[in-house]
T-cell receptor
Framework: GAGVSQSPSNKVTEKGKDVELRCDPISGHTALYWYRQSLGQGLEFLIYFQGNSAPDKSGLPSDRFSAERTGGSVSTLTIQRTQQEDSAVYLC?????????????????FGNGTRLTVT | SQKIEQNSEALNIQEGKTATLTCNYTNYSPAYLQWYRQDPGRGPVFLLLIRENEKEKRKERLKVTFDTTLKQSLFHITASQPADSATYLCALDMDSGAGSYQLTFGKGTKLSVIP
């Protein structure tokens, strides 16, 4: 079956440019997450969408980062005025997790990420 | 503050031996803990979940233990094979800093199984 799809798989951009990263979650999954993974580092939580609720943006590192999820499905992570320290792999994951605490332990299904290089 | 630590960045083991990976956490009592596998250039893949009231969970050659007193989970791969070489991540819900709890990952342990 179809998994989580991310595009592009690789993106090279110049410092100061804006970039958009796309995530297509597994159909029917109400929860969607963005994480960032820098070389030699763990996964850093960025943002979490749950159904129609307001997203949890507590992990976004600066106001240059924003994300949308349209129609409860596809999500776009936008980085404005990119900096070299933004270079990393951006991972998207979806989950059948809902607002019901009994579903909180639902595993995450990850895409293969977008490798962003800011030159 | 809450922390999750995998205390080995890398582990080399001979094929056929049992690999044991450690995950420790502080200042928290999670209801469950998850383990993932990540291969180079790929996203993490879920392996096992263990709940706080479970001491041990098994899946084929994998075994996970959860000691809430020691605040530690151990991940074992028995009869290890070169194909088991990957980075293994533990994860649990932690306060994201804004009062909501999100799945937080350790930095992972890179396992190399030597033929």
């Amino acid at each position: 079956g179809a998994g989580v799809s991310q595009s592009p798989s690789n993106k090279v951009t110049e410092k100061g440019k804006d970039v958009e990263l796309r995530c297509d979650p597994i159909s029917g999954h109400t929860a969607l997450y963005w994480y960032r993974q820098s070389l030699g580092q763990g996964l850093e939580f960025l943002i979490y969408f749950q159904g129609n609720s307001a997203p949890d943006k507590s992990g976004l590192p600066s106001d240059r980062f924003s994300a949308e999820r349209t129609g409860g499905s596809v999500s776009t992570l936008t980085i404005q005025r990119t900096q070299q320290e933004d270079s990393a792999v951006y991972l998207c994951a979806s989950s059948p997790r809902t607002g019901n605490p009994s579903s909180y332990n639902s595993p995450l299904h990850f895409g293969n990420g977008t490798r962003l290089t800011v030159t | 503050s809450q922390k999750i630590e995998q205390n080995s960045e890398a582990l080399n083991i001979q094929e056929g031996k049992t690999a044991t990976l450690t995950c420790n956490y502080t200042n928290y009592s999670p209801a469950y803990l998850q383990w993932y596998r990540q291969d180079p250039g790929r996203g993490p893949v879920f392996l096992l979940l263990i709940r706080e009231n479970e001491k041990e969970k098994r899946k084929e050659r994998l075994k996970v233990t959860f000691d809430t007193t020691l605040k530690q989970s151990l991940f074992h791969i028995t009869a290890s094979q070169p194909a088991d070489s990957a980075t293994y991540l533990c994860a649990l819900d932690m306060d994201s800093g804004a009062g909501s709890y999100q799945l937080t990952f350790g930095k992972g342990t890179k396992l190399s199984v030597i033929p």
